[in-house]
């Protein structure tokens, strides 16, 4: 664990978001909550830090907004202009959209801010991260009703489905996070965190049956805090035996199937998605 690079944590003001921060302050290290709204993110800051849960560490509030790579561009710009040096980034932020909807960049929603804007972020961060930094991303079950194709990007609102297209998402930053891992091998962690079911707002289907539902799974819905676990203890590296594999749920080791680790558009997906960030202006090292 590095006390003194930074560790930053996209959607840091949700709750799980709010847990990660709260955890890793706890732990003496200086955080960076990347968050979009940032009066949100400074009572959460307060909140964090009057709450006596603390410890001895560093919070800071930065922009980042994931729908926009004009933003992403510009947090990692002023954290270059810096010299900082990056201990961990938590790619935790991310949506489920109940209806279409397109980022800045004219990008499906659930598409650009749960896999494009990490991809984005991590890429432009990676030069700055420390020797032995690890990168955390947020990953979901729901990859495995994903599909990835060749018209990925190109934005079909007829078709959309709110839980195809996340899980979509999701599988797309599961083969982000296996080709990162595979390029960045030996020198930083790369690592994908599950965690499960969690008493978050995404988990609202606003449809008539919301209480119902509520009703009969709340026992089975974990706390913010349970779900950060997972991420947390990769960050910081306090996961024993955190090498043996990738994919982490429940702070156990999950095995990624063979048709997901041996896609066909894995490294094809790596390369579109650099095309696709570059025509907004941003340059890769």
Same mark, same amino acid.
């Given at each position: 664990?590095?006390?003194? /690079?930074? $560790?930053?944590?996209?959607?840091?003001?949700?709750?799980?978001?709010? +847990?990660?921060?709260?955890? *890793?302050?706890?732990?003496?290290?200086?955080?960076?909550?990347?968050?979009?709204?940032?009066?949100?993110?400074?009572?959460?800051?307060? @909140?964090?830090?009057? #709450?006596?849960?603390? /410890?001895?560490?560093?919070?800071?509030?930065?922009?980042?907004?994931?729908? #926009?790579?004009? #933003?992403?561009?510009?947090?990692?710009?002023?954290?270059?202009?810096? =010299?900082?040096? &990056?201990?961990?980034?938590?790619?935790?932020?991310?949506?489920? #959209?109940?209806?279409?909807?397109?980022?800045?960049? @004219?990008?499906?929603?659930?598409?650009?801010?749960? $896999?494009? /804007?990490?991809?984005?972020?991590?890429?432009?961060?990676?030069?700055?991260?420390?020797?032995?930094?690890?990168?955390?991303?947020?990953?979901?079950?729901?990859?495995?009703? =994903?599909? &990835? @194709?060749?018209?990925?990007? %190109?934005? %079909?609102?007829?078709?959309?489905?709110?839980?195809?297209?996340? =899980?979509?998402?999701?599988?797309?930053?599961? *083969?982000?996070?296996?080709?990162?891992?595979?390029?960045?091998?030996?020198? &930083?962690?790369?690592?994908?965190?599950?965690? /499960?079911?969690?008493?978050? =707002?995404? &988990?609202?289907?606003?449809?008539?049956?919301?209480?119902?539902?509520?009703?009969?799974?709340?026992?089975?819905?974990?706390?913010?805090?349970?779900?950060?676990?997972? +991420?947390?203890?990769?960050?910081?590296?306090?996961?024993?035996?955190?090498?043996?594999?990738?994919?982490?749920?429940?702070?156990?080791?999950?095995?990624?199937?063979?048709?997901?680790?041996?896609?066909?558009?894995?490294?094809?997906?790596?390369?579109?998605?650099?095309?696709?960030?570059?025509?907004?202006?941003?340059?890769?090292?």
């Amino acid at each position: 664990m590095d006390d003194k /690079g930074l $560790y930053i944590v996209t959607g840091a003001t949700g709750g799980i978001g709010r +847990a990660l921060t709260e955890g *890793l302050c706890r732990k003496g290290l200086r955080v960076v909550m990347a968050c979009r709204n940032m009066e949100k993110a400074e009572a959460v800051r307060q @909140g964090i830090m009057r #709450s006596g849960r603390a /410890g001895n560490g560093e919070i800071t509030v930065r922009t980042l907004d994931m729908a #926009s790579l004009g #933003s992403i561009g510009r947090f990692a710009e002023e954290l270059r202009s810096e =010299g900082a040096e &990056i201990a961990a980034l938590v790619n935790n932020a991310g949506v489920m #959209s109940a209806r279409f909807g397109l980022t800045a960049d @004219g990008i499906e929603q659930c598409m650009g801010v749960n $896999y494009v /804007g990490p991809y984005a972020l991590t890429r432009l961060l990676l030069p700055m991260i420390a020797d032995g930094g690890r990168i955390v991303n947020t990953l979901s079950v729901t990859y495995r009703i =994903g599909r &990835i @194709g060749p018209r990925l990007f %190109e934005p %079909e609102p007829q078709r959309y489905e709110r839980f195809r297209s996340y =899980g979509s998402s999701k599988l797309a930053l599961l *083969l982000f996070t296996l080709e990162l891992a595979r390029r960045t091998a030996g020198r &930083i962690g790369v690592y994908a965190a599950d965690p /499960g079911v969690v008493d978050t =707002g995404m &988990i609202t289907m606003h449809r008539w049956f919301d209480p119902l539902t509520d009703l009969l799974f709340r026992p089975l819905i974990k706390s913010p805090e349970q779900g950060a676990r997972t +991420a947390l203890a990769l960050a910081t590296g306090d996961l024993p035996d955190e090498r043996q594999a990738l994919y982490w749920a429940g702070m156990k080791p999950k095995r990624v199937a063979h048709p997901v680790t041996c896609h066909p558009c894995r490294q094809a997906l790596w390369e579109q998605t650099e095309r696709l960030v570059e025509k907004s202006g941003i340059k890769f090292a």
